[in-house]
């Protein structure tokens, strides 16, 4: 029986610079699915990290005249606090050169490769890009440079440690191909089939300690340096203490959950293609799922240290006081597996005139109404055509995650509270409420206080739905309006709604569990019939 175990992990970036909000898209798009399986109920464990070993890095230290290892832990130590100012939910966060587990890892992962006869010395020839770490062969190249980054590779003349990673590309063909190893999205997937049927050579795994100027994990028994992206692809095992404490690892990779890596388009090769020849190889488990992620671009340009172009995702967060408008323009406004421009024009309109003007102005409106006509006390929800609207909105959130198209997820949110704004313009109940200050009939203001009533309880009814298919997505803004309609933000997504004293509200919002118990009729009747 499958467990409900959900390892996730993000890639690992070079620290040879400060962040920019290019990688801010991969952190929060791992996280909103962290957050979504928890509030399933599932028993997740979500890593990031950096990579610190790359020779991309030391020749960064080099330029600035600086030790490498000081150079590594001060860029290290701004990724890690980004995770922090983003409010990302990770268990582990994995830095290669100062983790003691790490060596330990990919020594294992070494040792148990080359007992399989996998790795090999040879003299090698070949054009290297320092910005991608990888040899590239001529056909491969853009008018003779390098398509990531345009810029003149280096000939590199060595005498290395060589993977067999061609005896490994029929199997991982058929693994994609019949989707026990998924890769999406499908056009992501075409790419590394076509890689695959191209036919797969033998790649370098280790560099010479001059080269790479001693800094990096030791090949076992050598003075040579193992290759970065062997030995970055092994932290996605460091944090779950492969080779020196296997508990954690047995119940999240060797178990029979799902492992699941989060990556940028142009490192999907390395993880769908060398990293599951790697684990092969060493007879370990395989990933379930790559979630391949485009690019940020500036005026079409993708956003990048060495492009001169990123965008510090610090200064945003602090002019907003919260991660949640860049989380918002990350996991709304960029489509989750296409490229994305940014711009901070975007973001301050939609910051104000959809977080702001639909949801905030929203919710004040109908809680003000609510505390001055009826003391905060939601009448009962009526059977109306908004509150089935909202009722089903987490279904279709969740079917957005369901497809990696988180910006699917969200947009669900918001033309929900499009229809919810234009419906309180419509039915205009600050109107009624200055009616019922007047003198009039009792059977008359019976009707009216009715009407009002049923008004502002199907906006709370929604509101309180929409509070808790935010909290993946924007865990603060979920939290606080939780906390504006007096309500506990949940563990689960089935939780019954509890006032913040703790008192189980009956029916309140209803989840797919409890839905399926109740005709619809019953399900509007019972949703939340009160709060304090």
């Known amino acids: ?161 060589f993977f067999r990673l061609s005896r490994y590309g029929d199997q991982i063909l058929d693994l994609i191909e019949t989707q026990k190893l998924q890769v999406t999205p499908a056009h992501r997937r075409n790419e590394v089939v076509a890689l695959l049927r191209r036919g797969l050579t033998d790649i370098s795994v280790s560099r010479s300690s001059e080269r790479a100027r001693g800094w990096g994990v030791p090949v076992p028994g050598s003075d040579e340096v193992v290759y970065v992206w062997f030995d970055a692809l092994a932290n996605y095992l460091t944090g779950l203490g492969h080779g020196s404490d296997d508990l954690v690892y047995q119940r999240y990779w060797a178990g029979d959950g799902e492992r699941i890596h989060f990556v940028g388009k142009g490192i999907s090769k390395f993880h769908a293609i060398y990293w599951p020849a790697i684990l092969s190889s060493a007879g370990l488990p395989l990933p379930s799922s790559i979630f391949v992620h485009g690019y940020l671009t500036v005026d079409g340009r993708k956003i990048g ?115 919810a704004n234009r419906e309180f313009t419509r039915q205009a109940p600050w109107a009624d409420a200055r009616a019922l200050l007047g003198h009039m009939e009792t059977d008359k203001r019976a009707a009216i206080a009715h009407r009002l009533g049923a008004t502002l309880a199907e906006q709370v009814h929604g509101l309180a739905i929409v509070a808790r298919c935010l909290l993946p997505f924007l865990p603060r803004a979920g939290a606080e309006l939780h906390d504006k309609l007096g309500l506990v933000a949940p563990a689960r997504y089935d939780a019954p709604l509890a006032v913040s004293g703790g008192r189980t509200l009956p029916g309140a919002v209803l989840f797919p569990q409890r839905r399926a118990q109740l005709s619809s009729a019953s399900a509007s009747n019972e949703a939340i019939s009160s709060y304090p």
Request: proline share 3%; hydrophobic share 35%; with cysteine.
């Open 305 to 419: 240290k060495s492009a001169g172009n990123g965008i510090s995702p610090d200064r945003l967060i602090e002019a907003y006081g919260t991660p949640d408008a860049l989380r918002y323009y990350l996991l709304r406004h960029i489509r989750s597996a296409d490229d994305g421009d940014f711009s901070e024009e975007r973001l301050e309109a939609v910051w104000s005139g959809e977080l702001g003007g639909q949801l905030g102005n929203l919710a004040n409106r109908v809680l003000t109404l609510l505390g001055n006509a009826f003391d905060g006390i939601t009448p009962q929800v009526p059977d109306s055509a908004l509150v089935r609207q909202a009722s089903g909105l987490y279904e279709r959130v969740h079917q957005a995650f369901d497809n990696y198209e988180l910006h699917v997820g969200l947009t669900e949110i918001f033309v929900y509270l499009g229809e």
């Open 1 to 161: 029986m499958k467990t409900s175990s959900k390892y996730l992990t993000t890639s690992i970036p070079y620290v040879n610079s400060s962040p920019h909000v290019g990688f801010a898209l991969e952190l929060v798009q791992a996280d909103a699915y962290a957050r979504h399986f928890r509030l399933l109920g599932k028993d997740v464990r979500f890593q990031c990290g950096t990579d610190d070993n790359s020779l991309k890095n030391v020749r960064a230290a080099e330029a600035v005249g600086q030790g490498v290892a000081d150079f590594v832990a001060a860029h290290g130590d701004s990724f890690e606090r980004l995770g922090r100012q983003l409010d990302i939910s990770n268990d582990e966060f994995v830095r290669t050169s100062r983790d003691p587990r790490h060596l330990a890892c990919v020594h294992s992962l070494w040792n148990a490769c080359n007992a399989r006869g996998d790795l090999y010395r040879k003299a090698y020839e070949g054009l290297y890009c320092v910005g991608c770490e990888q040899f590239y062969e001529p056909s491969e190249l853009d008018d003779g440079k390098c398509p990531e980054h345009g810029v003149a590779l280096e000939l590199i003349r060595e005498e290395n440690w």
